[in-house]
């Protein structure tokens, strides 16, 4: 079945739990500024119903939204995949991909060529191929074929030419994914 030592082939199970999984990976990859002004507004909530002489009752539902935003940074995301979740009722799927020479191939049809992948994403489980914000291939790793996350990471990196990034919540970024975050929207911006 395999073709070249470049060649892998890939099955994911679509059930709530991966749906949820994917948007939240989406959402930490692409939505940072989003994430950033979540933030800046849980604090002024906290901030103002502590610090600000306002009637008790706006303290108390201020300080719980701002304790609320603070606890649930990805509350967008979860929102967006519980849409999906009801709209598929509980159905699961399953979708094969096969990367080789000419880039990933979906059971669906869709062709993504290596030079047309934004961004690699990896986390414990699985590894993510964004072509765009709205369009990625979720490979999870247990059921890579064959068997070997550690070459198919690096075969990825090399053929596509990008590094490979951690999903990151609102309190792991550094200076540098804030940098990156600010190129993000500006590219954004001139699309």
């Not at 099955?11 to 990859?29: A, C, G, L, Q, S």
């Not at 991909?97 to 934004?118: M, S, T, Y």
């Not at 990008?162 to 994914?177: I, Y």
Request: glycine share 6%; net charge neutral; with cysteine.
């Amino acid at each position: 079945m395999q073709t070249s030592k470049n060649h892998f082939e890939a099955k994911v199970i679509f059930n709530d739990e991966t749906i949820r999984r994917m948007f939240r990976t989406e959402f930490y990859t692409y939505e940072g500024m989003q994430r950033l002004v979540w933030l800046a507004v849980a604090f002024a909530l906290v901030m103002l119903a502590l610090f600000v002489p306002i009637p008790t009752v706006v303290k108390v539902l201020c300080l719980l939204v701002g304790c609320a935003m603070f606890a649930m940074p990805d509350f967008l995301s979860r929102v967006a995949a519980e849409g999906v979740i009801m709209q598929r009722g509980g159905a699961e799927s399953t979708v094969s991909c096969r990367i080789n020479a000419g880039g990933v191939d979906v059971e669906n049809g869709a062709h993504i060529p290596f030079d047309q992948i934004d961004r690699l994403v990896e986390d414990d489980q699985y590894f993510y191929l964004f072509q765009s914000r709205q369009m990625a291939v979720m490979i999870p790793k247990g059921s890579l074929l064959p068997a070997n996350p550690e070459r198919f990471a690096k075969v990825l990196a090399k053929e596509t030419g990008k590094d490979w990034q951690q999903p990151k919540s609102l309190w792991g970024l550094n200076l540098k994914d804030l940098i990156q975050m600010v190129k993000d929207r500006f590219h954004r911006g001139e699309s």
